[in-house]
C-alpha cells in the first residue's frame, strides 16, 4: 500500500514497544491544535478501562491525541488496569504538551492482562513533540492485531474558499464484531472545519449506517472506540458534504474490516427491502448475516436460500411478515418464492464463488430499507480463535 497523507494539522508515531511481538504495537494519531471530535464506545458491561477514560475526555467534544496500544486491551484488569490507562494518557499529554483531558485511549487485544507499564513508561520518556509521522497507512498497520492487512480510507470535501479539505480514516479488527455503537477500533481524521453539533450528528448518523451494521462473528468487543477529530486547518466545508463524504470513509473501512474477517474469504452484503422501517429491515438483515447456516453455505458457493428463508423465519416478534409477500435474491438472481431450475443453479454457484456476494430481501410490508455487512464463515476462524492467546 502507498502511503496515505495525514490531513492537514496531523502527524503520528508508530512504534514497536515489545507488547507481545516484534509488530508495530504503539500508536500516536496527534493534531497541532485542540480538534472538534465525536466518539462512540461499546455498551458492553465488560469494557475496558481505556473506554472508561475515553468516555471522560471525549464528553465535551474536544480531542487533541489518540493513544493507541495494541497486543492488550487492558480490560478485566481492576483497579491497576485503570491506573494504568489514566497514567498511559497523561504521559502522551505530557510529551505532547497538550491537556489530559484532550487524549482518547485507545487498546485492542488479549483481555485479562495488565499493560507492561515498564516498557510503556520507558517509550513514554523518549516521546517528543512534534511527531514525524505523516503516514496513515503506517498507523492502520499499528494498531492490528489478527488483521491480515491495514485498513484505511479516503474521501475529499470541498471548502468554502474553493480549495478541499481531507478526511482520512483507519480501522483495525476481524473478529468480535458485533458491534453495539461504533466497532473494533476506528479513527477519521479531517482537516475540514465543521461546528460542533453537526460533526457529532455526521458521525452518528455515520456509525449507525456503515460500523454498526457489520457484524463478523455476532460478539460485542469489550474495547471498541471510534471517533472522528477535525483539525479545521483546510477551512469551513459545506456540513451536508462534510456528512457525506464521512460516511463514504465510515462505509469504505466497514467493507474493508467485513471483507477481512477472521477466516473469511469473501465479503457479504445483505440488503433488505419492503421492511415496516428501517429499524425492521436492518434486524432481519443482521439475523441473515449473522446465520451460521447462511455464512457457511455462503462460503461453499451454495445456492441454499432456504436458509436465507430459515435466518427471516427466527424474527418471531415480527408478525407482519407474511412469507407469501417475501422476495430473496441471491445478486440479481431470484431464487424465492420462484425457485431456478438446474441452470439456474450452477449460474448462481458461479455467483456464489466470487469475492463478493449480494443477498437482497423483499419482505413486502412498507419501505424500510437497511444495508448490512458480514463474511463466510470458514474453518479458519475457528483456527485463529482456537490458538488466539497462544
Not at 1 to 9: A, D, H, I, Q, Y
Not at 169 to 181: L, N, R, T
Request: proline share 5%.
Amino acid at each position: 500500500m502507498s502511503p496515505v497523507p495525514l490531513p492537514r494539522g496531523f502527524s503520528a508515531h508508530v512504534a514497536n514497544i515489545g507488547i507481545k511481538d516484534d509488530t508495530e504495537d504503539f500508536v500516536v494519531l496527534a493534531a497541532d491544535r485542540p480538534c472538534t471530535a465525536a466518539a462512540v464506545f461499546t455498551r458492553s458491561r465488560f469494557a475496558g478501562p481505556s473506554v472508561v477514560v475515553s468516555r471522560a475526555h471525549a464528553a465535551d467534544g474536544v480531542l487533541q491525541a489518540v493513544v493507541v496500544v495494541s497486543k492488550n486491551a487492558n480490560v478485566a484488569t481492576g483497579a491497576l488496569g485503570l491506573a494504568n490507562a489514566r497514567e498511559l494518557g497523561s504521559g502522551v499529554a505530557a510529551a505532547l504538551g497538550c491537556e489530559e483531558r484532550d487524549v482518547l485511549v485507545a487498546s485492542t487485544g488479549v483481555i485479562g492482562r495488565q499493560y507492561p507499564m515498564d516498557r510503556i513508561r520507558a517509550h513514554l520518556a523518549s516521546l517528543h513533540a512534534p511527531l514525524s509521522g505523516t503516514d496513515a497507512e503506517a498507523a492502520a498497520r499499528g494498531i492490528m492485531t489478527t488483521d491480515t492487512h491495514p485498513k484505511v480510507a479516503t474521501a475529499s470535501v470541498p471548502t468554502q474558499d474553493g480549495a478541499s479539505a481531507s478526511i482520512v480514516g483507519i480501522a483495525k479488527g476481524v473478529g468480535m464484531i458485533e458491534p453495539d455503537m461504533a466497532t473494533m477500533l476506528a479513527f477519521v481524521l479531517t482537516d475540514a472545519d465543521v461546528p460542533p453539533m453537526e460533526v457529532r450528528d455526521a458521525f452518528n448518523h455515520a456509525v449507525e449506517r456503515t460500523f454498526n451494521s457489520l457484524s463478523v462473528d455476532t460478539d460485542t468487543s469489550t474495547s471498541d472506540t471510534a471517533a472522528v477529530l477535525c483539525s479545521g486547518a483546510a477551512g469551513p466545508v459545506d456540513p451536508p458534504a462534510f456528512a457525506l463524504a464521512l460516511e463514504a470513509v465510515c462505509l469504505e473501512l466497514t467493507r474493508q474490516l467485513a471483507a477481512d474477517g477472521e477466516g473469511a474469504t469473501k465479503l457479504l452484503v445483505v440488503e433488505v427491502h419492503g421492511a415496516r422501517d428501517d429499524a425492521q429491515a436492518k434486524r432481519v438483515a443482521k439475523a441473515i448475516v449473522n446465520s451460521p447456516l447462511v455464512k457457511t453455505a455462503v462460503h461453499g458457493a451454495d445456492p441454499n436460500w432456504g436458509r436465507v428463508a430459515m435466518a427471516i423465519g427466527k424474527c418471531s416478534d415480527d408478525a407482519d411478515i407474511d412469507e407469501t409477500k417475501v422476495r430473496i435474491a441471491f445478486g440479481d438472481a431470484e431464487v424465492y418464492p420462484d425457485s431456478p431450475d438446474e441452470g439456474g443453479l450452477a449460474a448462481l454457484e458461479q455467483y456464489l464463488a466470487g469475492d463478493e456476494v449480494h443477498i437482497r430481501v423483499d419482505l413486502g410490508v412498507a419501505h424500510g430499507h437497511w444495508v448490512v455487512y458480514g463474511c463466510d464463515l470458514s474453518d479458519g476462524y475457528v483456527r485463529i480463535n482456537a490458538d488466539y492467546t497462544t
